[in-house]
């Protein structure tokens, strides 16, 4: 029986600042009404290997079912990416950690029940399907080895069997593909760099250099580096260290496509901005500042409003693409947030939040209509990946 979640009305920074967090009670904002359907989501937390579904209905959170997805209870296998099908009958899982290296598995969306799994690199992260759903592509981190250059893995979703290794830069990350699965994008958080694949080929086709006053668009695979060119790096707090006086670097931590495919968007963590690259001419637009530790990225599929996790600000940025305005900066239920996930209706942006110490993983849930938070919920401690599987109508 579906357990009903507790913290669903949001009663601003007075209920937050005595410790209530809001929680126990649900109603949505009085001058939005809420939809009559019911929306899902899958959200991995990678501390205690479990993945969580959660329906919100438009006013609380309901935990439909959780998952354990570590193999040994003795070794934290470190749930870190989640990716639905497009046809909606599967979601993909990475988990970072093993004995030697990490592990994809794919599990069916009805029942939960793994359906076939496979070892990968070291470190896999983020991951998505492609729009065919016949690939998953999925970054090797490489954050537990040395620094040297890691790779994408590419795997056939229904044989599960990995068809391609690519070698690419130094911690990759922020694996998203273009609507029409044509291209596929990454960054490489210790080479400042932007990485295209071109998936007919499976093939780096071009690559940009991201730091500020030192832009460049080259094409091929960027030059590999050894571990010495990255001494005195330090990525281990995964995108909470604040940049130094008199640093212009990017530290990109995420790629996303829009859903033209004319631009590209990488999060620069380190500046806190968002560096929009034009596709076709390989340059950069413009940068549009965001808050503190900008780190994952979503954007509605109307691609009028982009979405940014502020890590380091535990909040989130809502951008109007086409002015590059901030439209609300919105405060995160605890500290450490990471992704977002939007529906499919572009009513609503699911955020997932790692939170501290011995605090549970979190999902807030953002109208993107009134530009408010509406609802959290508690997960598994550190909630990383995240994507948003279905919404259905409700039944009368």
Known sequence: MAVLLAAAAIRGSEARAQGTGARGTAAAPARVVAPARDYFVYVASESVDQVTLLKFDGVAFIKERERYVGLLPTEVAGPHGVGVSPDGKSYFVSTAHGTPYGRLSRYDTQTGERK?????????????????????????????????????????????????????????????????????????????????????????????????????????????????????????????????LGDVSCSPTWAQPSPKGDVVWVACNKSSEIVEIDVQRWSVRRRIPTGNGVYNLAVTHDGTKLIGTNKRDASVSVIDVASGRELAKIPTTRKVVHGAAVSDDDRYVFISVEGTGSQPGTVDVIDLTSLTKVASADVGQQAGGIDFWKSAARAK
Request: glycine share 10%; with cysteine.
């Open 116 to 244: 076939g799994q496979l070892m990968l690199g070291n470190f896999p992260a983020t991951l998505q399907v492609s729009p065919d759903g016949f690939y998953v592509y999925v970054v090797n981190f490489n954050l537990h080895g040395e620094m040297v250059q890691s790779d994408v893995s590419v795997v056939a979703a229904d044989e599960m069997v990995e068809i391609a290794r690519i070698p690419t830069c130094t911690m990759p990350h922020g694996s998203r593909l273009s609507a029409d699965g044509t291209k596929h994008y990454s960054v490489c958080m210790m080479d400042e760099e932007l990485v295209e694949i071109d998936t007919r080929t499976l093939a780096v086709s071009r690559h940009f250099f991201l730091t500020k006053g030192k832009e460049m668009g080259m094409t091929g695979a960027p030059p590999a580096r050894g571990a010495e060119a990255h001494a005195g790096h330090d990525m281990g707090g995964h995108g909470m260290e604040p940049p130094q």
